[in-house]
């Protein structure tokens, strides 16, 4: 029961959701959690928060979740996401809006933070790019551990004494006197080069961060955008992971 899988940006990836499932059961993962953009770009919204729920999988809310959840104008985002959400609000129903409209902003796992964009404000949705941005949001950070997503690139930073650096192994050992900002990068539509979803797999007790990719039926997610009426953009995304 120590081990967590943490992962985020789904976006309506049914296919990628299912897979990183199952990689994190067979590594004998029983928790779950999600930070945020289950939903848009992707063609089975209504399936992903089934999927969640059924799961029991702790969640808290990101941009397009918030967006696929109300009837705010979209008139600020590009064709592409604009696009994605109108065609996603079409196919969800009242309670699955709700759902996604309830979501917190942050929320704790145990001692450390969940949030979708940075602990620092976190529905204005703002970026963590790099070690500046993380040393910025890490000044409010209060707990151990922060848990983000929202760039679509998994990276981690760790903070000792005033130092912030970025860590590049994939196997992390935690360490007591150091505070860790992880992005778990994203399942549905990674944007690292990579077109494998992508997840982390954090282990309470031996104190551990294990970054994991997870290949799946990429093609089938392809037709199916291709098929639907969503942006064909869409599908080569997926394929080129930018």
Not at 132 to 148: E, G, H, I, R
Not at 175 to 201: K, W
Not at 223 to 242: C, D, H
Request: with cysteine.
């Amino acid at each position: 029961m120590s081990k967590t899988a943490i992962f985020s940006d789904i976006h309506g990836n049914l296919k990628a959701l299912e897979a990183v499932i199952a990689d994190a059961k067979r590594e004998g993962v029983q928790n779950f959690a999600c930070l945020g953009d289950v939903v848009g770009y992707g063609p089975d919204p209504i399936e992903c928060i089934a999927t969640l729920q059924e799961i029991d999988c702790v969640c808290v809310k990101g941009n397009h979740d918030d967006d696929a959840s109300n009837n705010r104008s979209l008139d600020n985002l590009n064709d592409e996401a604009r696009i994605s959400l109108e065609w996603t609000r079409k196919r969800l129903s009242a309670s699955q809006k709700e759902w996604l409209a309830t979501l917190p902003y942050q929320r704790r796992l145990g001692r450390n933070m969940l949030v979708h964009s940075s602990p620092d404000n976190p529905e204005k949705w703002n970026y963590v790019r790099n070690r500046f941005d993380a040393a910025a949001s890490m000044q409010v950070q209060n707990t151990p551990l922060c848990f983000l997503g929202h760039t679509h690139v998994p990276a981690a930073y760790c903070k000792e004494g005033v130092n912030v650096m970025a860590v590049k192994e994939p196997f992390i050992h935690l360490q007591a006197d150091q505070r860790y900002l992880v992005n778990v990068g994203s399942v549905g539509q990674p944007r690292d080069g990579i077109p494998e979803a992508s997840y982390v797999m954090f282990d309470r007790l031996e104190r551990t961060l294990t970054f994991s990719r997870v290949a799946y039926d990429l093609h089938a997610v392809v037709n199916a955008i291709k098929s639907s009426e969503l942006p064909a953009v869409l599908a080569q995304r997926l394929i080129s992971a930018a």
